[in-house]
């Protein structure tokens, strides 16, 4: 019975979505040949390529798994819109051994319940009471980054893995490691293992022949996935066995907060999974799952928005100038007291820097999910069961939308540009009931970082923003670094 229904659901799904354009179909890999012959460098421009060949909307089979590919802001509005459209699909599997079913890579009654049990501890309260911390990276970055002064163009982008990784370790885990500081290995190994990992779950989502986990597991890439997850599991779980030691030393239990009706909230990520686990069934393992997923979205995303802000900064001397003067305008009292979030909230220019960063780099260019039900999606049925590929990527990058699209240009984020654009047009943090929980917090926390360096320096980028070619795992990574010249600021 199940098999019958399984092969009705397939060939429904089958006769639904070949109506659109695809590439043509073989054997064992769908119509994915050509990103199988496609070289690592090549990969990403390959995968984006496909609309412009396809159009705005498109099938593929990743072997027999069908998806339907889309990018138009009207199209991703229907999906982001709708509170059932909440299930991520088939891809995110490859990432279950190192993820779990944390927030990112969850579906179902437990994600939905997860969700509602972190959303308090990103609170803006709590994101205030960070502000402290954001402001003390921000000043360990600069002295840091003394020893790059006057060295010429260096590589950059290893060395910030490692504020990504103290700033969500110090606030949302509350615990202190100062990798920044210290000259222990351990930071950047963990980031080498999450990369590595996210390197080669990002190969199985594109070749079918790794799809399936016993025979993958068989291979080279699946022991070394092994291995990282090892690696990964093993400091995630130092990390939550070192804040309950913190905790049961200051107290037996962790007092929240009240706001100001009276309700408790304001205890942040790790105390408030660890506090809600004391009174709640709740497994070591959804803690350990959700911490590893917090530690990724976090360390990640924040080093590669530092990265591609000095890339795109040091190409454009223009922007630099607004964004220090800005700065200039704000510390003019004392240029180097620390950085407060109403100093934060009055940065409008380097808030514009920002957003038109995550839209140019777009470091998350795809997202994914799966169909609980049937939609329409420009006159064509897509039938329950498909997963569906958001290219963020394409529609950041839509000359309708974006006029020269790979010029670097904040403006575009003035309110009265804004104002005029589809609502659904800008969404690097994704959008509707699976949105990004760790926005604002990564908001503030870079543009808290950017302030702290580019009040003392002048910063240039070797390469071409325009010529960067990136490789493709979950993150969009620069295929050859990042080389920045720093010099003080006189
Ligand atoms: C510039 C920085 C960031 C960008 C561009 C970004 C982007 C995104 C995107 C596009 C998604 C949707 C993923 C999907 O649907 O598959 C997402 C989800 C998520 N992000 Fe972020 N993120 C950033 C920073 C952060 C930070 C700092 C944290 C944690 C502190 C975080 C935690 C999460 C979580 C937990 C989810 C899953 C939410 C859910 O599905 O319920 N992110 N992020």
Redesign the pocket.
Known sequence: QPVLKRQNSFRRISYYIDRLPGDRWYPLVGSVAQLLRAKRQDLFQVLADRHRRLGPIFRSWYGSLPMVHIYKPEHVEVIFKSNTITS?GLFYRFFMMWLGQG??SGSGPR?RAH?KIITPSFHFKILDSYGEIFAEKGACLVNYLRKFEGKGFVEITEDLTKIGLDV?TET?MGVRLGFLEGSSAEGLEYAKAIINFSRIAYRRCVNPLYGNDFLFHCTALGRESERCSKLIGSFNRRIIQTRKKQLEAQSPTVEAEKDELGRRIKVSFLDMLLNYQRSNPFADEEIEEEVS??MF??FD??SA?LSYAFAALGNHPECLKKVQAELDEIFTENPSRKVTPQDVARMEYLDRVVKEV?RFFCF?PY??RQLDEDIELDGFTIPTGTNLSIC?YNLHHDPHHYPEPFRFDPDRFLPENCSKRHPYAYV???AGA?N????K??MRN?KTLLACVLRKYNVKCLERVEDIKYTIEIVLRPLNGLHVALERRT
Do not use: D, E, Y
């Open positions: 991520k927030l990112i994600w969700r969500i949302a997923t917090f979205g976090g995303t924040t928005t995550l998350v997202i994914f963020l690097p943090f994704s699976r990004c929980l760790g926005q917090f990564a870079i």
